[in-house]
């Protein structure tokens, strides 16, 4: 199965202990799909996939975090939002 784009040459960050080396990172439409070593990805490459050399860089999974602090958010909540203002006057409106 030839994926869509193909890391390697650098680190692997697994999400658990060290980096590993040696290994690549398979991706089709935008999931990660295979992660075998450096020797395993002929069956991996098609016409089609875009190979990128990361020349020894780490390769790491993007972390997306979205939370609030209940206390903060809710004093937050009392007070006046002036964010978009942009003047002075505006603000004192607001």
Same mark, same amino acid.
């Given at each position: ?30 999931? =990660?799909?295979? =992660? ?15 190979? =990128? ?42």
């Amino acid at each position: 199965m030839a994926v869509d784009v193909l890391f390697s040459g650098g680190e692997v960050f697994t999400g658990s202990g060290e980096p590993v080396t040696g290994m690549s990172v398979g991706v089709t439409a935008g999931k =990660i799909t295979a =992660i075998v070593p450096d020797s395993e990805t002929a069956s991996l490459v098609g016409p089609n996939t875009q190979k =990128i050399n990361l020349n020894g860089a780490l390769l790491s999974p993007g972390f997306q975090d979205a939370h609030v602090h209940p206390t903060t958010a809710g004093v937050e909540l009392l007070q006046c939002n002036l964010s978009k203002t942009e003047t002075a006057e505006e603000a004192v409106e607001r």
